[in-house]
């Protein structure tokens, strides 16, 4: 899996005045296998083993009222730029109309990148729960907890007086929140297609420094099987 990003940042200077910053290009690649650890009728637990390679710019520049093509701030680069290891489990139970699940990942960061910086390791769970309503409707409701840690070393071009995002020490942080979705199955002439969607609020918040907060977060997505 890779992305392609877009970000926008609005900065206010302490004098008042406003400028904006934008980066954007591809992501870190990310390749990941899951293996079934046990399988029965109702459990099955798996383990989810990840890599994530630092095709994504570190070297992210633009225009500030400080300087001209000025190296962006950490939220604005694209990717990591270490190897990165993603490893997690997976519990899936099953009884009747009902589903259950479990779920771990780690992001551990190997070394340092080359502008001598670590981003924080990053550790997610989830627990969700679905009820299948009919054949073509099945809906769930699911709780995660993230914990991510402050970087690593220091970009040297950065000057944490200057902006508060080039701060390695205020980049840690954690939250709780709370998603309620939907899965749907068309079958259509051509094939079935399947549309899932989850919207997600957070019911705790803790960010070491500024940071972006989140409000809400929507997720769609489709699958189409022919």
Request: hydrophobic share 40%; charged share 15%.
């Amino acid at each position: 899996m890779i992305s392609y990003i877009e970000s926008r940042m609005d900065h206010q200077t302490r004098a008042g005045g406003t400028f904006t910053t934008a980066s954007s290009g591809l992501s870190d690649l990310q390749l990941a296998g899951l293996i079934d650890l046990f399988h029965s009728d109702h459990h099955q637990l798996i383990l989810n083993s990840g890599v994530s390679l630092p095709t994504g710019s570190i070297d992210k520049t633009d225009d500030t009222p400080a300087a001209d093509d000025a190296i962006l701030p950490y939220p604005m680069q694209l990717g990591s730029g270490t190897v990165d290891l993603k490893p997690g489990l997976t519990l899936l139970s099953s009884c009747n109309s009902w589903s259950m699940g479990l779920q771990g990942m780690g992001t551990i960061r190997l070394g340092r990148n080359s502008a001598d910086y670590a981003l924080g390791d990053r550790f997610d769970s989830d627990l969700w729960a679905g009820y299948v309503v009919s054949d073509n409707l099945s809906l769930s409701v699911r709780s995660g907890w993230s914990i991510w840690g402050n970087i690593d070393g220091a970009d040297p071009r950065l000057n944490p007086a200057v902006v508060p995002t080039a701060d390695p020490s205020l980049r840690g942080g954690r939250k709780v929140d709370i998603g309620v979705g939907i899965n749907t199955l068309l079958p259509t002439s051509a094939g079935s297609f399947r549309l899932a969607g989850e919207f997600a609020i957070p019911l705790y918040q803790n960010l070491d420094g500024p940071q972006l907060e989140h409000d809400w977060e929507l997720t769609v997505g489709v699958q189409a099987a022919f």
